[in-house]
């Protein structure tokens, strides 16, 4: 989600114009413990720096997919990390400070913001001018960079059709000289080809040449159904093989995503991620936006294996990663119509509620002995510090931004 977008921009990162400054100085040990307080309406327990927004906004929406009320402070602390422009940050410590051309405003954290705060209702004043600056951020190609101005990539502009669809716009009728996000997807589309096999590519390389992507894949399909985090069971699509596109149309654009993301998953029941240099590994994050994908195309079967791997496997990294990861998963399981609260034996509502305030309203709660346990598993950061390091060290060498606490490089 893309976005998992992480949530993160990262330490030791900068961005000027669209150029990405190699993590050369970030700390080879970091504490995933934050050195300040944190404000008492905030999810998680861990440094929120890279992805408070982005986790308290998935954390808000999946609560409130789940029919509980927020606690009142967790949602003021959301629209309070607003700036007047509309924009949002991954994190402000000060929010009462306004914002100013040192605020690193991102489209991620500012989506992410608007598909919660839409869900909610009552917050039309904050999405509207948020849209807003959203529109302004929009490139020639109909796309969107993790930054104003920066080069546009499948995640970033799949989080942003979730949030137009949120506010009940038209994707495809948000457009930047001609151009719509389904036309910048399109472009990010890969050949039916051994190499590509229909994937989504995160974002070109400098030669041009496109690689499928995971991560951008399960992104590209789910906005190519015009649907956002939380995804509804969409039409049924031909998964047999991958279909040319002879004529552009984001429609067979995901279906295709959605084949290659369906024959990966029947291989493995998960996806893969790696750091350079280091083994393949399950991603879980990727697992569960894939799921979501699948779901939204209408691919129920292919879903239900990794969906079942999910339930079995993905407990400990959950409690490791936090309210985003509760998200996710609870995302995933209300796609495929799976009872969240039953999840492989776990209440994913009871370990979200216990990783932030109370809940306002009725819905599976932790005991205060459970929340203090999962407060300390907790570091808040959707994939952990490690993962964060390892994709600044993926940008320091060209790749980009790898957003939502995944890695954005090339993965099964």
Same mark, same amino acid.
């Given at each position: 989600?893309?976005?998992?977008?992480?949530?993160?921009? !990262?330490?030791?990162?900068?961005?000027? $114009?669209?150029?990405?400054?190699?993590?050369?100085?970030?700390?080879?040990?970091?504490?995933?413990?934050?050195?300040?307080? !944190?404000?008492?309406?905030?999810?998680?327990?861990?440094?929120?720096?890279?992805?408070?927004?982005?986790?308290?906004?998935?954390?808000?929406?999946?609560?409130? &997919?789940?029919?509980?009320?927020?606690?009142?402070?967790?949602?003021?602390?959301?629209?309070?990390?607003?700036?007047? #422009?509309?924009?949002?940050? =991954?994190?402000?410590?000060?929010?009462?400070?306004?914002?100013?051309? %040192? &605020?690193?405003?991102?489209? #991620?954290?500012?989506?992410?913001?608007?598909?919660?705060?839409?869900?909610?209702?009552?917050?039309?004043?904050?999405? @509207?001018?948020?849209?807003?600056?959203?529109?302004?951020?929009?490139?020639?190609?109909?796309?969107? @960079?993790?930054?104003?101005?920066?080069?546009?990539?499948?995640?970033?502009?799949?989080?942003?059709? @979730?949030?137009?669809?949120?506010? $009940?716009?038209?994707?495809?009728?948000?457009?930047?000289?001609?151009?719509?996000?389904?036309? *910048?997807?399109?472009?990010?589309?890969?050949?039916?080809? =051994?190499?590509?096999?229909?994937?989504? *590519?995160?974002?070109?390389?400098? %030669?041009?040449? +496109?690689? *499928?992507?995971?991560?951008?894949?399960? =992104?590209?399909?789910?906005?190519?159904?015009?649907? /956002?985090?939380?995804?509804?069971?969409?039409?049924?699509?031909?998964?047999? /093989?991958?279909?040319?596109?002879?004529?552009?149309?984001?429609?067979?654009?995901?279906?295709?995503?959605?084949?290659?993301?369906?024959?990966?998953?029947?291989?493995?029941?998960?996806?893969?991620?790696?750091?350079?240099?280091?083994?393949?590994?399950?991603?879980?994050?990727?697992?569960?936006?894939?799921?979501?994908?699948?779901?939204?195309?209408?691919?129920?079967?292919?879903?239900?294996?990794?969906?079942?791997?999910?339930? %079995?496997?993905?407990?400990?990294?959950?409690?490791?990663?936090?309210?985003?990861?509760?998200?996710?998963?609870?995302?995933?399981?209300?796609?495929?119509? &799976?009872?969240?609260?039953?999840? $492989?034996?776990?209440? +994913?509502?009871?370990?979200?509620? =216990?990783?932030?305030?109370?809940?306002?309203?009725?819905?599976?709660?932790?005991?205060?002995?459970?929340?203090?346990?999962?407060?300390?598993?907790?570091?808040?950061? $959707?994939?952990?510090?490690?993962?964060?390091?390892?994709?600044?060290?993926?940008?320091?060498? /060209?790749?980009?931004?790898?957003?939502?606490?995944?890695? %954005?490089?090339?993965?099964?």
């Amino acid at each position: 989600m893309f976005v998992r977008r992480t949530a993160a921009v !990262l330490a030791a990162t900068a961005v000027i $114009g669209a150029v990405v400054a190699p993590a050369a100085s970030a700390d080879s040990s970091p504490s995933p413990s934050p050195s300040v307080a !944190l404000p008492s309406g905030l999810f998680g327990s861990g440094d929120p720096t890279y992805d408070g927004v982005w986790r308290q906004s998935l954390a808000l929406l999946a609560q409130h &997919t789940v029919g509980v009320r927020p606690a009142e402070k967790a949602v003021d602390w959301l629209t309070g990390q607003q700036c007047a #422009n509309g924009a949002f940050a =991954a994190y402000r410590a000060d929010a009462s400070a306004a914002c100013d051309a %040192k &605020t690193q405003v991102d489209t #991620n954290s500012t989506a992410a913001a608007v598909q919660a705060l839409a869900a909610l209702g009552g917050h039309d004043d904050a999405t @509207g001018k948020a849209v807003t600056w959203l529109k302004s951020a929009q490139n020639k190609d109909g796309g969107w @960079g993790y930054m104003a101005g920066g080069p546009s990539d499948a995640n970033s502009t799949s989080v942003v059709i @979730g949030a137009l669809k949120a506010v $009940g716009k038209k994707p495809a009728s948000v457009s930047k000289d001609g151009k719509s996000p389904f036309d *910048a997807l399109l472009k990010l589309s890969t050949a039916c080809d =051994a190499e590509g096999d229909g994937a989504f *590519a995160y974002q070109p390389d400098k %030669k041009g040449k +496109l690689a *499928a992507n995971a991560d951008a894949t399960a =992104a590209g399909v789910t906005a190519g159904m015009g649907q /956002g985090f939380v995804a509804a069971t969409g039409y049924k699509f031909d998964l047999t /093989g991958c279909h040319t596109l002879d004529t552009p149309d984001i429609a067979t654009a995901a279906g295709n995503g959605a084949g290659y993301l369906a024959k990966a998953l029947a291989k493995t029941s998960y996806l893969k991620s790696a750091l350079p240099g280091a083994k393949d590994q399950p991603d879980y994050g990727n697992t569960a936006d894939a799921v979501v994908a699948l779901s939204a195309i209408g691919a129920a079967k292919p879903a239900q294996k990794p969906l079942a791997w999910l339930e %079995k496997n993905s407990a400990d990294w959950a409690a490791q990663s936090g309210p985003a990861a509760y998200a996710q998963l609870i995302f995933a399981a209300h796609a495929t119509g &799976t009872d969240p609260r039953d999840f $492989g034996g776990k209440d +994913l509502v009871a370990q979200l509620n =216990a990783t932030g305030p109370a809940p306002a309203a009725a819905g599976a709660s932790a005991s205060p002995s459970e929340k203090k346990n999962d407060e300390k598993k907790d570091d808040g950061n $959707g994939l952990g510090v490690w993962w964060i390091v390892g994709v600044g060290l993926v940008a320091g060498i /060209g790749i980009g931004f790898l957003i939502s606490g995944r890695n %954005k490089k090339r993965q099964l």
